[in-house]
T-cell receptor, first 115, second 111 residues
Framework: DADVTQTPRNRITKTGKRIMLECSQTKGHDRMYWYRQDPGLGLRLIYYSFDVKDINKGEISDGYSVSRQAQAKFSLSLESAIPNQTALYFC??????????????FGEGSRLTVL | GNSVTQMEGPVTLSEEAFLTINCTYTATGYPSLFWYVQYPGEGLQLLLKATKADDKGSNKGFEATYRKETTSFHLEKGSVQVSDSAVYFCALKYNFNKFYFGSGTKLNVKP
């Protein structure tokens, strides 16, 4: 089983619908991230969290919200989806302290299509 | 600001050909540099990294050297295989928690 699990892996929805993407990890890492991948643009940071009580906006947070329900769970919500939010979304984790090599550990991605 | 620029793809090579994917960066201070690889249908995974100038990262036959004077971190492999077909991302880490990714370069290796 994957250490960083994202659900759903694929989702098609309509404009105006509320969507939640979920991420859970078994790596015991404190830091969790949500990225968006668009063709030709690479990955852009939406939100990140250092722990359950610490949530931070990334470079493209408008139109998104997040919830860190537990150390292992970090959810991304689109309150009212719009077509330009069609993208591939990745959750990532990273440890702090002595286990921190700078590496990010990614989930397999959630492909969202907004019609 | 900080940014990463990598060559556009796709790059198409025959098996056993030499690979170079260019990556240059703009950053203040001394970032750490990374190459991530994304195989079809999967998330990104770390391929190699370098944390200071003149360091060489290497893994699975791939190499990249952190060149501060040219602000570059080009990825190379002497003999690619079909199994190397993937999208490759150059990235930098600035301060403790800020990551910047390039746009990705798709590599297709033909038998």
């Amino acid at each position: 089983d994957a250490d960083v699990t994202q659900t759903p892996r694929n989702r098609i929805t309509k404009t105006g619908k509320r969507i939640m993407l979920e991420c859970s990890q078994t790596k015991g890492h404190d830091r969790m991230y949500w990225y968006r991948q668009d063709p030709g643009l690479g990955l852009r940071l939406i939100y990140y969290s250092f722990d359950v009580k610490d949530i931070n906006k990334g470079e493209i947070s408008d139109g998104y919200s997040v919830s860190r329900q537990a150390q292992a769970k970090f959810s991304l919500s689109l309150e009212s989806a719009i077509p330009n939010q069609t993208a591939l979304y990745f959750c990532a984790t990273r440890p702090t302290g002595g286990g921190n090599t700078g590496e990010l550990f990614f989930g397999e991605g959630s492909r969202l299509t907004v019609l | 600001g900080n940014s990463v620029t990598q060559m556009e793809g796709p790059v198409t090579l025959s098996e056993e050909a030499f690979l170079t994917i260019n990556c240059t960066y703009t950053a203040t201070g001394y970032p750490s540099l990374f190459w991530y690889v994304q195989y079809p249908g999967e998330g990104l995974q770390l391929l190699l990294k370098a944390t200071k100038a003149d360091d060489k990262g290497s893994n699975k036959g791939f190499e990249a050297t952190y060149r501060k004077e040219t602000t570059s971190f080009h990825l190379e492999k002497g003999s690619v295989q079909v199994s190397d077909s993937a999208v490759y991302f150059c990235a930098l880490k600035y301060n403790f928690n800020k990551f910047y990714f390039g746009s990705g370069t798709k590599l297709n290796v033909k038998p």
